[in-house]
């Protein structure tokens, strides 16, 4: 029997009796990472990575039944070994490592590859079975350095205040947010947030990363002087409300591994898109893949069939799991993610 199997409730092993970021209220939970897609309510029991802790319950509820284990901190559940390692998504991602009967089996939840100073750097694991994710599984995408990004995100906020003029950074408010505030300069102005942003900084700061000085931009009048030189951090949600309007005169850029395509920056209807993204990108997926050593990989949500197609050419058995995970890449649509403008 397979250590992990597909049920309409989730990825179950059937060994442990346990789910893996099930989508559907389970009584025992072990969870990858606090997005949303992963990290549902109504479950008796969860189990995570100890760093995840203060993001999950901000979440899902300070009351939820929450158990930890630190990263590489194993834990035997009906004859299961189970351990978690990080997988550089997020603050407090990790892939969970299974062990049953001389079987090892990771699941990867999301993870990307370049380390970024806001969580704990992906780490591979080797394993017999691989279950990875394949949001940007597409040769197109491949990712710049991440300093070059954050040095265009600079740039284009100097040359906004430099004309008295707002710059709007839309992207996803846990993660990525706090990774362009940990990695941008800090001292080109002041830092205004997004309700949605700036109680997750909190979350991060407690935790011991480093997030520069923001404020609330709902504390922020219209009239201040200080709207003309900021830099605000919003989620997509925000872009074309009312919400918009307290800033005046202003430039909005978006932040996502969908920039990468031309028709997503279009309809976006943003003055600039940056290419960055918490995920793996096409070299980095078969990079993690090809350093757990698993001869058989099984691929859950994202471009499934092409990277299921290549692991097969490569020698490898490869097959696609079917899940409900979402897209927590600044919600993107599906057909974005299948139909890119340029040939792979």
């Excluded at 049920?7 to 789910?19: I, S």
């Excluded at 939970?29 to 008796?44: E, F, K, L, M």
């Excluded at 800090?186 to 942003?197: E, F, Y």
């Amino acid at each position: 029997m397979d250590l992990v199997i597909a049920r309409p409730e989730g990825l179950y092993c059937p060994a442990g009796d346990f789910y893996i970021d099930p989508w559907r209220p389970v009584e025992r939970s072990v969870i990858t990472h606090a997005h949303g897609d992963h990290a549902r309510t109504g479950n008796q029991h969860y189990l995570a990575a100890a760093p995840g802790e203060g993001i999950l319950r901000s979440r899902l509820g300070q009351d939820i039944n929450l158990q930890t284990l630190a990263y590489g901190e194993r834990l035997l559940h009906h004859g299961v070994t189970l351990s978690f390692h990080p997988a550089g998504h997020v603050l407090g991602s990790a892939q969970v490592r299974l062990e049953y009967g001389g079987e090892v089996w990771v699941a990867s939840g999301d993870y990307k590859i370049e380390p970024d100073g806001t969580c704990a750097p992906f780490e591979p694991v080797r394993c017999h079975t691989f279950i990875t994710e394949s949001t940007f599984g597409l040769p197109i995408y491949r990712w710049q350095p991440q300093a070059e990004i954050f040095a265009e995100i600079n740039q284009w906020w100097q040359a906004n205040a430099a004309v008295d003029k707002t710059s709007v950074l839309f992207c996803y408010s846990f993660g990525k947010a706090q990774r362009i505030l940990h990695g941008i300069d800090a001292s080109l102005g002041p830092i205004l947030t997004h309700g949605a942003v700036e109680p997750l900084n909190r979350v991060y700061r407690e935790s011991g990363v480093y997030i520069p000085p923001t404020i609330y931009a709902g504390d922020v009048k219209k009239s201040d002087p200080v709207m003309r030189k900021a830099l605000v951090i919003a989620p997509p949600s925000a872009g074309g409300s009312t919400w918009m309007r307290r800033f005046g005169d202003y430039s909005d850029g978006f932040a996502s591994g969908w920039m990468r395509l031309r028709g997503t920056r279009r309809r976006r209807g943003v003055d600039r898109g940056f290419i960055l993204s918490d995920h793996a990108d096409w070299p980095g997926l078969l990079w993690a893949i090809g350093q757990t050593g698993a001869e058989r990989v099984m691929v859950t949500h994202g471009s499934v069939a092409v990277l299921v197609r290549h692991l097969r050419e490569q020698g490898l058995d490869a097959q696609g799991f079917s899940t409900e995970y979402g897209d927590d890449e600044e919600e993107a649509t599906s057909a974005e993610a299948q139909s890119p403008e340029v040939p792979a």
